[in-house]
């Protein structure tokens, strides 16, 4: 009476056929691919067409001239005028040009080391330096200028130039 229909069996996708892409992968291949354009975009804007970075209020004030480099200046200038330098010098040519007393210069050195410690570290740099142009020639001058930093830390100023002293005042 009632012929039952026969189910069919599923066909299994053969070797040949092509594989469906799923939707999800190739949205998200387009989205990476989108990205990657984007900030390379970005990049190159920020690189080429950037607009140049404004100058310093610092910079402006002083007529372009940086301020550290102009204090690393004063430094170094105050560095070999200190009496730790001439110190430093006495020190590193006492054995090339002999002793000299230099009691004054100690103390002010000392007191120089309490009050900076980077003054003197330069200054001692600053006297490596210097005592590497003395020769055998040249020590009677740079015994002579110790010597005339040794009367000024005593308190006694320095000298005149010619050795005459200081002049009377009034009565010209």
Same mark, same amino acid.
């Given at each position: 009476?009632?012929? %039952?229909?026969? %189910? ?8 040949? #056929? @092509? %594989? ?7 949205? *998200?291949?387009?989205?990476?691919? *989108?990205?990657?354009?984007?900030? =390379?975009?970005?990049? #190159?804007? !920020?690189?080429?067409?950037? @607009? ?19 204090? #690393? ?8 005028? /200190? ?21 004054? *210069? ?24 210097? !005592? ?5 020639? /040249? ?15 005593? =308190? ?17």
């Amino acid at each position: 009476m009632f012929k %039952k229909k026969a %189910k069919i069996p599923a066909q299994a996708p053969s070797a040949d #056929a @092509p %594989k469906k892409r799923s939707m999800v992968k190739l949205a *998200l291949g387009a989205l990476v691919g *989108l990205a990657a354009l984007g900030g =390379g975009g970005y990049g #190159a804007w !920020a690189y080429l067409m950037a @607009p140049a970075p404004e100058q310093h209020v610092e910079e402006e004030r002083h007529d372009g001239v940086d301020p550290q480099k102009v204090a #690393a200046l004063k430094a170094e200038a105050a560095a070999e005028t /200190s009496a730790t330098y001439n110190f430093a010098l006495s020190q590193i040519l006492k054995g090339r040009c002999g002793a000299l007393n230099v009691a004054a *210069l100690k103390e002010a050195s000392d007191a120089e080391a309490a009050h900076d410690g980077l003054l003197v570290q330069m200054s001692w740099l600053a006297a490596l330096r210097r !005592a590497g142009t003395v020769t055998e020639a /040249s020590c009677d001058r740079m015994l002579a200028e110790i010597d005339r930093a040794e009367v000024k830390a005593e =308190g006694g100023g320095a000298p005149a130039a010619g050795g005459h002293g200081e002049k009377p005042a009034g009565g010209h």
